[in-house]
């Protein structure tokens, strides 16, 4: 019930009740402990943050000097059309502008295809372990999530498909998946495609797919299929994580209707110069996958060392099983300077997920994690 007294503002209050079904039983999510903070509380001066799956490279120096160049014109909105940006995504990926969606990260992304297209009548399906944000907009939509039990931690596409119901308007598959890093194959996806009815929107979130690109292609799938979005970010191998933006890739039609629901100035426009200049840096790009792909080896043989087991990952973190309750594993890594993920809140409390860092930082994670867990 809304409860509003006009003449004594002090006792205006909006009680549970007046929020929009499914409001009240969404968990917040959980971001990273920022460094500041944890300054702040334990006095330490040298912290590693490994907690939110951020370049360690930062980010190409021509998006940096694409910022600077914007500055003298931060009294102006963004151009609302993000046209310079979307004709580079067009030009590098091989897909008409009409087809491109930008979204404030890929968050506002999955957001606007929640909005757009599932209501209260609705259900939405996805993962167990999956990214947590599919079940958010699923709730704060008001419709029902349906989650798939994982195959060995990992989309079990098989059964995925057969949870599809008539009511069923979106599929959220996360290639590779956060926190799991687990991925699946162009065979298992091309059978899914064909399984699905085309009345379901399938959203591909492919947010870390520049770190192992040989996988498959999957945006050849989508002039076969017109369900079919893909969702990518700037934010992690492009290392533009605080700018916010993220980008759709699908029909025509399919983008002109979340371009309806859009903030029409949902990228600002240091994110959209940064991205367009991001897209250029190859270089960029493969410096930071040579150094995810040593950081990932250099994280396995450490694992080997302590003993302990990981779920393989083609992403810019690893999943590992600390084989004890894993807050307690990251709190005492805080303690220590290091901060990771607990992944309790997707299901794997004896797990930690820790991003990977720098040669040095990566060392130093290792050594903590030998310290805490007393090996
Ligand atoms: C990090 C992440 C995103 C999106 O991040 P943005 O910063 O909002 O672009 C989307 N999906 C997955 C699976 C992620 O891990």
């Not at 409860?3 to 009740?17: G, H």
């Not at 100035?265 to 996958?289: E, H, I």
Request: include cysteine; proline fraction near 4%; charge should be negative.
């Amino acid at each position: 019930m809304l409860t509003l007294d006009a003449n004594n503002n002090t006792q205006a209050s909006l009680s549970l009740q007046a929020a929009n079904q499914g409001i009240t039983n969404i968990a917040p999510y959980q971001t990273g402990k920022p460094i500041d903070e944890l300054k702040r509380e334990l006095g330490l001066d040298d912290i590693i943050k490994l907690a939110s799956n951020e370049n360690p490279l930062g980010c190409s120096p021509l998006a940096k000097q694409a910022m600077q160049d914007e500055l003298a014109e931060v009294g102006r909105y963004p151009d609302g059309s993000g046209y310079t940006l979307k004709a580079t995504i067009a030009r590098t990926f091989n897909v008409a502008m009409p087809q491109i969606t930008l979204g404030n990260g890929s968050n506002d992304i999955l957001e606007l295809v929640a909005r757009t297209f599932v209501s209260t009548d609705h259900s939405v399906v996805y993962s167990q372990h999956a990214f947590a944000i599919y079940a958010l907009v699923t709730q704060a939509v008001g419709a029902t999530g349906i989650e798939v039990p994982a195959k060995d931690f990992g989309h079990d596409l098989v059964a995925i498909a057969k949870a599809v119901r008539a009511d069923t308007r979106v599929v959220f598959l996360a290639n590779p998946n956060n926190p799991t890093g687990t991925w699946f194959e162009e065979a298992e996806f091309t059978t899914f495609m064909q399984s699905v009815s085309k009345s379901v929107l399938v959203v591909l979130d492919e947010a870390y797919v520049e770190y192992f690109p040989d996988n498959f292609d999957s945006l050849k799938f989508l002039k076969q299929y017109p369900n079919l979005l893909i969702s990518r970010t700037f934010s992690k191998a492009y290392g533009l994580a605080s700018l916010r933006v993220g980008f759709a890739l699908a029909t025509a039609e399919v983008t002109d209707l979340l371009n309806r629901v859009r903030q029409p100035f949902n990228v600002n426009s240091f994110a959209l110069a940064a991205a367009n200049a991001a897209l250029g840096d190859t270089d960029f790009l493969a410096q930071t996958r040579a150094l995810n792909h040593a950081g990932m080896a250099q994280l396995e043989a450490g694992c080997t060392t302590l003993g302990l087991t990981w779920i393989p990952s083609r992403a810019n973190f690893l999943s590992i099983h600390v084989e004890r309750n894993g807050a307690q594993v990251f709190q005492d890594l805080l303690k220590l300077g290091v901060i990771v993920r607990p992944i309790g809140g997707y299901g794997l409390p004896d797990y930690i997920r820790v991003s990977i860092g720098t040669a040095e930082e990566n060392q130093r994670f290792l050594q903590a994690l030998a310290q805490v867990l007393g090996r």
